[in-house]
């Protein structure tokens, strides 16, 4: 059985989870990108996508 979930910091309705639950799991923290990293991923795939239309839409 696999489990994937995700949770915020504990407060407004979220409770903090205990030591003895969290032996069981693998945590892994990821902090939110930059809006500059966004734009870059988001930008370069939007990019690829548009890659072959007319240079008007590429503009757009």
Excluded: C, W
């Excluded at 915020?8 to 500059?36: C, D, Q, Y």
């Amino acid at each position: 059985m696999q489990i994937l979930a995700a949770m915020s910091p504990p407060g407004g309705g979220r409770n903090t989870i205990t030591n003895r639950l969290l032996t069981k799991f693998n945590v892994i923290n990821v902090a939110f990108p930059l809006e500059k990293q966004i734009l870059r991923i988001y930008g370069s795939l939007l990019n690829q996508h548009l890659f072959d239309f007319h240079p008007e839409v590429k503009g757009m």
